[in-house]
T-cell receptor
Framework: DGGITQSPKYLFRKEGQNVTLSCEQNLNHDAMYWYRQDPGQGLRLIYYSQIVNDFQKGDIAEGYSVSREKKESFPLTVTSAQKNPTAFYLC???????????????FGPGTRLTVT | AQTVTQSQPEMSVQEAETVTLSCTYDTSESNYYLFWYKQPPSRQMILVIRQEAYKQQNATENRFSVNFQKAAKSFSLKISDSQLGDTAMYFCAFTRVGNEKLTFGTGTRLTIIP
């Protein structure tokens, strides 16, 4: 089955530690995204990547870092510089509008990160 | 910058009834796409329906349809014959053509009452 996987579902860390969230897709999509979701707010874009070895900051990139070494993978590192890291993190992918007139994004199941 | 506003934080409706969720957006673009996503208690985001701004016909997917009013910058979602499985958060989202970034509203929590 094609889809997007995120692991783990729940993640707990101590304050001051970096943590990496995994996102893998087997949809052969070019573009991948990371969003943060907080209660009472919509999804906010952290980083996105339209192609391997390239990525751009979203609206709330401070305290986060990403890499895109493979088309299938787009891990997100939450660094100790992120002041309020506890949140629900969603990864998404899309075919890429350059190749097709398609803008739908497909989402993974999410990772709930709790930092204490 | 584009903004998306969902003015109904919560709604509830009896099973089998029809419900309409509101969404307004602000943009100076003329060519764009609009989406409704559903997030059930599992928190998996699911695409419900999409609308291309250049199309005058309102999109429909089974029990889900939209009322797209481009001049008013309004994009409401109508759910007919509501079912218990429709209970979820619903997010309206916008993207302009040539930009892969989605802008989301704050969501409407919909509860279907048995």
């Amino acid at each position: 089955d094609g889809g997007i996987t995120q692991s783990p579902k729940y993640l707990f860390r101590k304050e001051g530690q970096n943590v990496t969230l995994s996102c893998e897709q087997n949809l052969n999509h070019d573009a991948m995204y990371w969003y943060r979701q907080d209660p009472g707010q919509g999804l906010r874009l952290i980083y996105y990547s339209q192609i391997v070895n390239d990525f751009q900051k979203g609206d709330i990139a401070e305290g986060y870092s990403v890499s895109r070494e493979k088309k299938e993978s787009f891990p997100l590192t939450v660094t100790s510089a992120q002041k309020n890291p506890t949140a629900f993190y969603l990864c998404a992918s899309s075919i890429g509008w350059v190749e097709t007139d398609s803008y739908e994004q497909y989402f993974g199941p999410g990772t709930r990160l709790t930092v204490t | 910058a584009q903004t998306v506003t969902q003015s109904q934080p919560e709604m509830s409706v009896q099973e089998a009834e029809t419900v309409t969720l509101s969404c307004t957006y602000d943009t100076s673009e003329s060519n764009y796409y609009l989406f409704w996503y559903k997030q059930p208690p599992s928190r998996q985001m699911i695409l419900v329906i999409r609308q291309e701004a250049y199309k005058q016909q309102n999109a429909t997917e089974n029990r889900f349809s939209v009322n797209f009013q481009k001049a008013a910058k309004s994009f409401s979602l109508k759910i007919s014959d509501s079912q218990l499985g429709d209970t979820a958060m619903y997010f309206c989202a916008f993207t302009r053509v040539g930009n892969e970034k989605l802008t989301f509203g704050t969501g409407t929590r919909l509860t279907i009452i048995p």
